[in-house]
């Protein structure tokens, strides 16, 4: 991308045609017309002449209408400066401090087109252009131009490629046909005109550059990396281990600043992830508010997905290492069955070996710890299918074999973890964790049906003193309470 010209030397030695201007005493506009196949000769000082006299079919009677107008009169009373603007290459109105072109552009041969859909002229507002007399002085006047029009007339007058979005922008309101950019007055639309602040297209413009060169920037990044791993990790990965680009933080502003509607590619959330965990807290101090909510619709897309995992299991006849499995994939649903803040300590633990991490005779499906007492406790997994009652019996249902057996199994495993704790934390290799009173849970079966079997279910549970019954379904319920307060605070 080239910069844009300012010298207005440079700016002379690229132009290859030659200017008139055209201008009458009664008028209140000075012409300037642009032949791009009359070079004038080289050394030249290209001060020329002032041409007083018009083309034949331009008529004075004409000028003289539209002298005592502005842009903005000319605009909602008379198009026929912006009608024949094609003629000129701009007309100036030092009085009114306003120049006014049709932005044209060269798509290929000669001939030059319209650069735009709809806006056919630009004004330029409060920028104190003066009255030329001289193609030097046309020179100079081009050179002023504001940073993003481009100068050189050979290529037609308009806004460079890079921020041509602006006129695209505005250009979606079907009515608007003149752009004018203004020192002097407010961003605003009216009518056919849309007028922009010079600040405003200021902010604008710079912030389109900055995206446009880190965009550049990115897309070179991307280039070599490609190249790299296709020339030389492919042959050599070993030497020339394959290269990825770091991930861009415009994905995380995309999610927390402008709360973006569009899908993210599965590149860019990845992306979104690492930025994030990279600048933790960084965010944390300049925009708590967002990244809190951010980490709440986490925890609830995480939630959701947890739930359906675990409505899935129960429905089906899943077996006890899957249920384990599912355990320590999301541990936090064992704190649930406690009501206390727990940390996994150990999975398939050894209570009747030399160490936690050995093998013995007695093995319990998880040892966890009260993550602030450090006290430990012992939960003993069975299937969902599990049945919790057995037969009738004289009007009430005893506990089925399957939940007496895994009761009386994991107060096996206490008693042996409470003979050799001293020696197994010891010897472990986390030795923080205590037995002040080991606590026992059995997670097994889902919650009977009918009001009788539910009596029966709860009297049992009710008198049992060290181990604690916890079905599946209230598991599953507490995580939907946890998903529904979340919720509610989102909004």
């Not at 087109?113 to 081009?142: C, K, Q």
């Not at 920037?217 to 492919?234: D, P, Q, R």
């Not at 930025?275 to 960084?282: E, L």
Request: contains cysteine; charged residues 30%; proline residues 5%.
């Amino acid at each position: 991308m080239s910069k844009t010209i300012k010298d207005p030397e440079i700016l002379a030695n690229q132009i290859k045609g030659s200017f008139k201007i055209r201008r009458h005493e009664l008028s209140a506009w000075t012409e300037v017309l642009y032949d791009p196949n009359d070079r004038p000769p080289r050394g030249s000082s290209y001060d020329g002449e002032l041409d007083a006299a018009f083309e034949d079919d331009v008529q004075v009677e004409e000028l003289v209408d539209i002298q005592n107008f502005g842009v903005d009169s000319l605009i909602s009373n008379d198009t026929r400066v912006i009608n024949n603007l094609s003629e000129v290459l701009f007309r100036v109105e030092p009085a009114r401090n306003q120049l006014i072109f049709a932005p044209r552009e060269k798509t290929g041969g000669r001939r030059l087109h319209d650069r735009y859909n709809r806006v056919r002229a630009i004004v330029l507002d409060g920028f104190t252009f003066g009255r030329p007399r001289t193609p030097a002085e046309v020179i100079h006047m081009l050179a002023r131009f504001p940073e993003g029009f481009t100068q050189n007339p050979d290529n037609g007058l308009g806004l460079s490629s890079t921020i041509k979005f602006i006129i695209l922008a505005i250009e979606h309101n079907p009515e608007i046909d003149l752009f004018m950019l203004s020192k002097v007055r407010p961003t605003e639309m009216s009518g056919r005109i849309y007028r922009l602040n010079y600040q405003d297209y200021e902010t604008v413009r710079r912030a389109i550059n900055k995206n446009h060169r880190t965009a550049l920037a990115g897309a070179a990044k991307e280039e070599a990396i490609l190249a790299h791993n296709a020339l030389m990790t492919k042959l050599d990965p070993h030497n020339y281990p394959e290269r990825t680009l770091p991930a861009s933080e415009k994905t995380v502003f995309k999610i927390l600043e402008m709360s973006a509607n569009e899908d993210l590619s599965e590149k860019d959330q990845i992306a979104a992830v690492k930025v994030v965990h990279r600048n933790t807290r960084k965010l944390a101090s300049s925009n708590p508010e967002a990244l809190l909510k951010l980490r709440r619709d986490i925890e609830l897309v995480n939630l959701e997905e947890v739930i359906r995992k675990m409505e899935a299991l129960i429905e089906t006849k899943t077996p006890e290492a899957r249920w384990q499995k599912f355990f320590c994939d999301h541990p936090f649903v064992l704190s649930l069955a406690f009501s206390l803040p727990i940390v996994l300590f150990q999975e398939q633990v050894s209570v009747g070996g030399s160490t936690f991490e050995g093998t013995g005779e007695k093995i319990a499906d998880f040892l966890v710890k009260n993550d602030i007492t450090d006290n430990a406790a012992l939960i003993e997994i069975k299937a969902a299918s599990t049945p919790l009652l057995g037969g009738p019996y004289r009007g009430v249902c005893p506990p089925s074999h399957h939940l007496s057996g895994a009761i009386t199994q994991v107060l096996d495993q206490k008693h042996k973890l409470e003979e050799e704790f001293q020696t197994k934390r010891y010897r472990s290799k986390n030795g923080k964790i205590e037995r002040y009173a080991v606590r026992c849970i059995v997670i097994a079966g889902t919650t009977p049906g009918g009001r009788d079997d539910v009596k029966s279910f709860e009297l049992f549970r009710g008198t049992l003193h060290d181990v604690l019954v916890v079905t599946f379904d209230e598991l599953l319920e507490k995580l939907r309470h946890l998903r529904n307060f979340l919720s509610k605070a989102d909004n």
